[in-house]
């Protein structure tokens, strides 16, 4: 079969040491396109040399919501830029748009409302700030919306997105079908197999808008164990269940997909 993992973090420190024999594993498993995204400006960096040693290997840059990946990193983004940070977020946006012919998305963007603390307009000039860089340069959007389905679904639209990748979404149902009948894509992690609510999306979503990812290391699909792209394939499993497809015939149309928003 072949495998695409749309959206992990092969720069995550935990990945550091054994990346060779990851990339290796998901090789293996029939991967043949991982799409590791950026969230910030080490992270982008980093995720450019990653895809320069490995083939299979696509990079997608981006800056997380500011302020959440400040608390959820324990970042000094916040404190260090904080006198200026719209202009760090500008010079970050130069440097992506530099490296345009080497990405091939921009991502991991969105909004993440998770804490009551969440400064909502930075994360959402941001927010848009990225999406009209993504226009200007003809590319998708990956997009994170954790607690904040609505307001990115409303901004997405705004603004005139076509070609989007919902990551994780975990949005209401009347949000789903409003995503799919504006033609964006939805990308199914690997957890769906234990995850009802990611089940449940898989059957609402048409089969032409359905991408697989994995997260990694987040999102496991087995208990444990950290996640990685070679597993992309437990996702592959279950959504043809839920469609009643076989297996082969879902990941060609995945990676029919694939190829229609990203190449």
């Known amino acids: 079969m072949i495998l695409i993992d749309v959206h992990a973090h092969l720069d995550w ?19 043949k396109v991982i799409i590791s995204a950026g969230i910030d400006s080490k992270s982008n960096k980093k995720v450019l040399e990653i895809a320069e040693k490995y083939e ?24 260090e830029f904080k006198s200026d940070i719209n202009s760090h977020v500008d010079e970050e946006l130069k ?3 530099t ?4 990405i091939i998305a ?18 959402m000039e941001t927010f848009v700030k990225q999406l009209k ?30 070609k989007v990748v919902m ?50 290391p987040f999102l496991s699909p087995y208990q444990g164990m950290k996640n990685e792209p070679a597993f992309v394939s437990e996702a592959v499993k279950k959504i043809a269940l839920i469609k009643k497809i076989e297996q082969e015939e879902l990941a060609n149309i995945i990676f029919s997909n694939y190829q229609r928003l990203f190449l």
Request: proline share 3%.
């Open 13 to 31: 420190k935990d990945f550091e040491s054994e990346l060779d024999d990851i990339v290796k594993r998901a090789e293996n498993a029939g991967v």
């Open 56 to 79: 299979i290997v696509k990079a997608a840059l981006g800056l997380y919501p500011p302020d959440a990946l400040a608390r959820e990193t324990n970042s000094e983004l916040i404190s």
């Open 95 to 97: 440097f992506i748009e």
């Open 99 to 102: 490296n345009k012919d080497k």
């Open 106 to 123: 921009i991502g991991e963007i969105g909004l993440d409302f998770l804490s009551k603390k969440s400064d909502l307009k930075l994360q």
């Open 133 to 162: 860089l993504a226009k200007k340069l003809d590319l998708p959007v990956i997009v994170h919306s954790r607690k904040a389905e609505a307001d990115v679904v409303n901004i997405l639209e705004k603004e005139g997105m076509k």
């Open 167 to 216: 990551h994780c979404f975990c949005g209401k149902k009347r949000l789903i079908k409003k995503a799919i009948e504006l033609g964006w894509y939805f990308s199914i992690p690997t957890n769906v197999v234990k995850s009802q609510q990611f089940q449940d999306m898989v059957e609402m979503i048409p089969l032409q808008q359905i991408l697989t990812e994995t997260d990694s």
